[in-house]
């Protein structure tokens, strides 16, 4: 069973650019879950996704980012325009209904803004 | 809001030792607890998690936690680490609410070093 994979593993923009992150989970899990992890700081939660309804985004730091999962299969988080602030590790993590809370995490994207 | 605290933000230990990283957790309820390892370049791999039940938890390459909720505290621990145990390690605690399972929240995780 393949695991969730991040696109791209690293990613270095200016500021004011965009960048979009594409998550694939693990076949039929429908919890999809993205963390960004910024230098020095905590794993922090950013958004939920139950198939493809956004059950929470109260961790989404402002209306610069948008996450999407259409189809309830892969998801995209965009940041547009990016900022300095935004560099850190973007993580992934899915997990099935029924199986709360083990959610299994992919490798992250690294997101540099210069 | 739950919050984790990981003290430590690194520990040196030899090969061979035993090891104890201090993990305490606020939150209202009986939490979810969990700890994850994150090697270099590699996403984070579930070691152990506490629902319920025997508060003493297994988990996989021979590490193990102990509930304790009078102290509040989920510590990880394992009898003779390996070198190839050095890695960071996260706390987290999470919630299951009818939507389904909730975002995890982590501490600030623990570099582990290992000495020959």
């Known amino acids: 069973e393949a695991g969730v994979t991040q696109f791209p593993s690293h990613s270095v923009i200016e500021k004011g650019q965009t960048v979009t992150l594409r998550c694939d989970p693990i076949?039929?899990?429908?919890?999809l879950y993205w963390y960004r992890r910024v230098m020095g700081k905590e794993i922090k939660f950013l958004l939920h996704?139950?198939?493809?309804?956004?059950?929470?985004e109260s961790g989404m730091p402002n209306n610069r980012f948008l996450a999407e999962r259409t189809g309830g299969t892969y998801s995209t988080l965009k940041v547009q325009p990016a900022e300095l602030e935004d560099s850190g590790v973007y993580f992934c993590?899915?997990?099935?209904?029924?199986?709360?809370?083990?959610?299994?995490f992919g490798p992250g994207t690294r997101l540099t803004v210069l | 809001a739950q919050s984790v605290t990981q003290p430590d933000i690194h520990i040196t230990v030899s090969e061979g030792a035993s090891l104890e990283l201090r993990c305490n957790y606020s939150?209202?309820?009986?939490?979810?607890l969990f700890w994850y390892v994150q090697s270099p370049g590699q996403g984070l791999q579930l070691l152990l998690k506490?629902?319920?039940?025997?508060?003493l938890v297994q988990g996989i390459k021979g590490f193990e936690a102990e509930f304790k909720r009078s102290q509040s505290s989920f510590n990880l621990r394992k009898p003779s680490v390996h070198w190839s145990d050095a890695a960071e390690y996260f706390c987290?605690?999470?919630?299951?609410?009818?939507?389904?399972?909730?975002?995890?929240?982590f501490g600030k995780g623990t570099h582990l070093i290992i000495q020959p």
């Open positions: 993590a899915s997990s099935r209904l029924a199986e709360r809370n083990e959610q299994f």
């Open positions: 076949s039929g899990h429908d919890n």
């Open positions: 996704f139950v198939k493809e309804s956004k059950q929470d």
């Open positions: 939150y209202g309820a009986t939490p979810y």
């Open positions: 506490y629902f319920s039940g025997d508060t």
């Open positions: 987290a605690v999470g919630r299951y609410s009818g939507g389904g399972a909730d975002g995890l929240t």
